[in-house]
């Protein structure tokens, strides 16, 4: 019997990744729901692939677009739906066995609690989904009683390394450090958003190319880890690893080291979380170590990378600066990408913001998301500059 999947995100990075995997493997899965924002030629075409039951796009225009190419492809029996409430529809939906969840940002997180609501098996990209509101996402997981496994490299290395799961000294998430690991900190202001969108070892959507770039990305997987592993902030340590090839490593009290290696390529952790808890194919080619880079280490350079900081700061502050983090930095990233913030401004945001927000941890999720909208505010206030100025003359 084949099981079937949903991908929440499929036209991004992930997505396309996820759907090359599963094409690898019809005899083991099938395409039932798939959902975009409003790429739509992107969609119809990975629609003609895999024939998937309901599509949905956040976007109404969008949706009203793909309705009509796909009516014109002869491909009218695929379903067609838009906005929120149909992403949690589609993650939720029977038929569906097993959710991808790979939408950016806070955005993701209604529809991925949705799959876990509905007691799907939950592939989990959507790290801002953890770090927004990782105690109730945890509490769902646990009392609906579902397999949730991680996508993101270096958590999915580390459960792989966990195999016990007893006797854990500590973990350590490798992180290349970027674009700019031994740029001048002086350049880092002018940097435009390609510079920080080249990333040197992974392709990936362009939000979470600027946070490898500024290093948030390895603080908001701190936080991720911290839920998915529960550990504290003291046992997960960050190391520079600019090869990428050990995805992170658990340290155990003998002092034993255990790494999981690979060629960087999401399909790894992909085809490894889809299969779990067999192996199969994922069509990433073997790794060459011999002919391969020497493998490197360092520590990371808190002055260069403050948001790591920032995130670290937070996880240990509790209450919900993780959630106040992650809407800031949503905020000061899409401000950057669109040329209205430098590049050095975005941890500036990110900590004004904090600074201005010290709320308590929210028991319900409507408290969460209030929280995230109160923040979003306030970066948006500190985007210009003008908060800081302003209480600085007051
Ligand atoms: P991406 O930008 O390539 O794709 C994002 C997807 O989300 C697209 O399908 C888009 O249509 C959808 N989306 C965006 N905004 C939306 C909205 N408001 N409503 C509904 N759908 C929306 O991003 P990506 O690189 O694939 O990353 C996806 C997630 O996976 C992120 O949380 C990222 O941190 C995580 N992740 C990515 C990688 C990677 O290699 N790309 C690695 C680890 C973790
Ligand atoms: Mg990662």
């Known amino acids: ?11 991004g990075s992930i997505g396309r990744s996820t759907l ?4 690898l493997h019809p005899d083991r899965f099938r395409i039932v729901a798939l959902t975009g924002n409003h790429r739509v030629a992107e969609m119809q075409e990975i629609c003609r692939l895999h024939h998937p039951q309901l599509v949905v796009m956040a976007a109404p225009e969008a949706a009203q677009r793909l309705r009509m190419a796909l009516r014109d492809e002869g491909l009218k029996d695929i ?3 838009s906005g929120p409430e149909a992403l949690a529809e589609a993650a939720g939906m029977s038929g569906v066995d097993e959710v991808m969840a790979a939408i ?8 991925t609690l949705a799959a876990v609501e509905s007691g799907k098996r939950v592939y989990l990209a959507n790290k801002e989904c953890l770090v927004m509101a990782g105690k109730l996402f945890m509490e769902r997981v646990h009392q609906r009683q579902i397999t949730l496994l991680p996508i993101d490299s270096e958590h999915n290395a580390v459960f792989q390394c966990l195999a016990e799961g007893k006797g854990v000294r500590r973990i350590m998430l490798t992180a290349s450090g970027g674009p700019f690991r031994t740029w001048p900190v002086e350049r880092l202001a002018a940097v435009t958003p390609d510079q920080a969108c080249a990333h ?8 979470i190319s600027v946070d490898s770039a500024t290093m948030m990305n390895k603080g908001l997987e701190v936080i991720e880890a911290h839920w998915l592993f529960d550990l504290p902030a003291a046992q997960i340590d960050v190391l520079i690893h600019p090869q990428s090839i050990i995805h992170s490593m658990v ?15 999401m399909r790894t952790p992909i085809a490894h979380a889809l299969a779990y808890p067999e192996r199969m194919e994922s069509g990433v080619s073997s790794l060459d170590l011999a002919r391969g880079p020497d493998l490197r280490f ?5 002055q260069r ?12 502050a509790g209450g919900a600066a993780a959630t106040v983090l992650n809407a800031a930095n949503e905020v000061a990233v899409q401000a950057f990408l669109d040329g209205a913030l430098s590049f050095s401004r975005i941890a500036a945001v990110v900590e004004e913001t904090l600074t201005d927000l010290q709320p308590a941890a929210p028991d319900h999720l409507d408290g969460v998301l209030e929280i995230d909208r109160l923040a979003r505010a306030s970066a948006v206030r500190h985007l210009s500059g003008q908060e800081s100025s302003r209480r600085r003359s007051s």
Not at 1 to 11: D, H
């Open 298 to 302: 360092e520590e990371p350079d808190l």
């Open 200 to 207: 040197p070892n992974w392709v990936m959507g362009r939000k």
């Open 20 to 23: 090359d995997v599963v094409a």
């Open 79 to 81: 379903q067609v739906e």
């Open 305 to 316: 990378f403050p948001c790591l900081a920032l995130a670290f700061n937070a996880l240990r």
């Open 104 to 111: 950016v940002g806070a955005a993701g997180l209604l529809p």
């Open 1 to 11: 019997m084949t099981r079937g999947i949903c991908i929440l995100g499929a036209t």
């Open 251 to 265: 340290e155990y009290v003998d002092g034993s080291v255990l790494a999981q290696l690979g060629n960087p390529d």
